[in-house]
């Protein structure tokens, strides 16, 4: 028996790697697109709108009367830090959610968002720290959050089902700290509330979207280099290790990235109401299955943000902060996985 | 291509406080079909979670060409050593050509590109386990025979001269098993992949290796042909059950007949303790 393949089958295996190589290209610039529309809308919507020609004279330094300010001090940090902050929790997010191999095991639904939000909050309220600080504080909560799920977790080896009751329990926890601390500040208003409980891009300045922009191009540019190994984890970790992957030193790097692109997110906009959790399964419908869609992923993110926050600002008929308007968005799909995992007999 | 040579040396190893595995030496005949076979926890699984480096043994160390598994780079080692774990899985909805893409892992470095090489290997792979026409499949939707010529597809397009696997006949209807078992005969033949398997069935692991190591309590009863592990005594020592050995006629190797206390002829009924064929007690 011949083993060795006829050229025409190696011919087809490689036109049909092209062809999805080519399909996930497609879908990349289509989101693009959509990112580059939400970002037009952020820069030209507000008290009154701004054409896009004056939108592009503001931003390479124009005089332009009534609108110079807004759109270069207002809106472009506002639309920069959406962006940044989306695509922080979005690839955060799916890495999570492959890693566990469940779309309930998102950093916001285990309680790491929440550790992050609540060492962020007692940092700032209770400590009066500021700046890079409190980026610091929250990315070690992030991680202190995670070591212990999974040391809770652990009986002989951590399975996913109790990892992730024992993460919304610790984020039950975590959020009534938040609700404390925040309970201790009477000087604060509504919306500052609101931005350590669901989330905000309110009051946003470039200095703040700086550790963002650094933590998306160390932890993102990480992942994205780990992305084939990540591929190969999904397969079990016997398999992963089987084909090479050094599983203790990459899984530990991919979860400390992935914590890490959470909490600075989190420690500057508050955790914005499931934009991890939605980003990873809308990402993997719209690129079909295949590859664990990294960053699609971060592209849904930062558009669940931007749009999330146009819509709380201008379409409703009072202003939300933005993680109102993505909760309600994903409240409704938690709950049809939650059935949807009962209905499969618990395997959630 | 000289054949790789896999021994273990003084292995101990386990989970908890006591070994599974006590002391154990093996080295696998080059370029052969192996069978690891024994009664349920008796350390089948471990011993290949060692030699495939998953589970570092607490003594003693597993050579591969004279070099310890320990000290080589895990990158190099999958190169040279595939292993099919017994439940690997795959993702939703992932293709076959995808999951069979997996294999070149290690063959590929941070930077480098997929190349012609690459398309080849997996293409080989596909066609010698026969699924290149379910190259476009989603694999979730296969057979469960057809499933399992997937994943050694992906261990195949590895490239390595070694291949573990860990039960791979399991869930298997027999048609499929002998399917499965087939194929690695093939590739031990065409390729001069050297084949260690963990087989449960007795019978199929007689007919399909070269070489049986029969393992009792963490250590190595019987090694050899299965002319010389498959005997009445051994079987006896390593299962606690009583058989007749015959000779397959389909194939010349041995196969082993249990016997039961219930629906036994008079010749092999064991006075005394067996049941009369009516059914009243001895």
Redesign the interface.
């Known amino acids: 028996?011949?083993?060795?393949?006829?050229a025409p089958?190696?011919?087809?295996?490689?036109s049909?790697?092209r062809a999805?190589s080519r399909g996930r290209c497609r879908i990349a610039a289509l989101i693009g697109g959509l990112l580059a529309v939400g970002i037009t809308l952020t820069l030209s919507v507000g008290h009154s709108v701004t054409p896009p020609l004056d939108v592009v004279r503001a931003l390479t330094g124009g005089d332009v009367p009534g609108a110079g300010f807004s759109v270069r001090e207002l809106r472009l940090p506002r639309a920069v830090l959406a962006t940044l902050a989306g695509m922080s929790f979005g690839l955060g997010g799916v890495v999570f959610q492959t890693l566990l191999?469940n779309p309930l095991a998102s950093p916001d639904i285990i309680g790491i968002s929440s550790g992050a939000s609540a060492a962020a909050v007692v940092a700032i309220v209770l400590l009066g720290w500021t700046g890079a600080a409190v980026s610091v504080a929250a990315v070690l909560a992030g991680l202190a959050v995670a070591l212990l799920i999974y040391l809770l977790a652990w009986r002989d080896r951590v399975s996913g089902a109790r990892l992730i009751l024992i993460g919304i329990g610790i984020s039950a926890m975590l959020e009534s700290i938040i609700a404390w601390v925040l309970s201790r500040a009477p000087a604060w208003t509504l919306q500052e509330a609101l931005r350590w409980l669901t989330g905000s891009v309110n009051g946003a300045t470039v200095d703040q979207a700086l550790p963002v922009l650094l933590s998306l191009g160390l932890f993102g540019g990480l992942l994205l280099?780990l992305r084939?190994e990540i591929?190969?984890m999904?397969?079990?970790d016997?398999?992963a290790?089987?084909?090479?992957?050094?599983l203790l030193r990459d899984k530990a790097l991919v979860i400390l990235a992935a914590v890490g692109l959470i909490a600075v997110a989190t420690a500057v906009t508050g955790p914005i109401a499931f934009v991890a959790f939605l980003s990873g399964p809308v990402a993997a419908r719209v690129t079909?299955?295949?590859?664990?869609p990294l960053g699609t992923a971060a592209l849904i993110g930062a558009l669940l943000v931007l749009i999330g926050d146009f819509v709380g600002q201008h379409l409703l008929p009072a202003r939300y902060p933005v993680g109102v308007v993505t909760g309600a968005i994903g409240a409704p799909y938690l709950l049809y996985l939650i059935v949807r995992a009962n209905r499969q007999g618990g395997h959630a | 291509m000289t054949a790789p040579t896999l021994q273990a040396l003084g292995l101990r190893a386990g989970y908890g406080a006591t070994p599974i595995l006590k002391d154990l030496t093996l080295a696998l005949p080059p370029g052969g079909i192996s069978a690891i076979v024994g009664a349920n926890a008796c350390g089948k699984s471990t011993l290949l979670r060692c030699l495939?480096?998953?589970l570092r043994p607490e003594r003693g160390q597993v050579v591969l060409d004279g070099r310890s598994v320990r000290d080589m780079p895990?990158?190099?080692?999958?190169?040279r050593l595939?292993?099919?774990?017994?439940?690997?899985?795959?993702?939703?909805?992932?293709?076959v050509?995808?999951?069979v893409?997996?294999?070149r892992?290690?063959h590929?470095g941070?930077l480098s590109r997929?190349t012609?090489a690459d398309?080849?290997a997996?293409?080989?792979a596909?066609?010698?386990t026969r699924t290149?026409e379910l190259?476009?499949r989603?694999v979730d939707e296969l057979s469960g025979g057809q499933r399992q010529r997937v994943w050694i597809a992906m261990?195949l397009a590895?490239e390595t001269d070694i291949l573990l696997l860990d039960e791979p006949t399991t869930f298997l209807d027999i048609a499929h098993q002998v399917e499965v078992l087939d194929l690695l005969v093939?590739?031990n033949?065409?390729?001069g992949t050297t084949v260690v398997m963990v087989l449960h069935d007795l019978n199929l692991a007689a007919r399909y290796a070269d070489h049986l190591i029969a393992l009792r309590d963490g250590q190595i009863r019987a090694a050899g042909t299965p002319a010389e592990v498959l005997t009445e005594e051994i079987v006896q020592q390593v299962f606690g059950l009583s058989c007749v050995v015959i000779e397959d006629p389909t194939s010349g190797r041995p196969m082993m007949l249990p016997r039961g206390r219930h629906r036994m002829t008079q010749a092999h009924r064991a006075p005394g303790r067996d049941p009369e064929p009516d059914g009243t007690p001895p």
């Open positions: 028996m011949s083993l060795t393949a006829p089958l190696a011919a087809r295996v490689a049909l790697r999805r191999r280099g084939r591929g190969a999904r397969l079990s016997d398999t290790a089987a084909l090479g992957v050094p079909g299955p295949g590859r664990a | 495939s480096r998953l895990t990158r190099d080692l999958a190169r595939g292993l099919l774990p017994q439940a690997p899985i795959a993702p939703d909805g992932i293709t050509a995808d999951l893409s997996h294999g892992h290690p590929q941070l997929w012609r398309d080849a997996v293409a080989d596909l066609a010698a290149a190259a476009e989603a261990a590895q093939d590739l033949r065409g390729r």
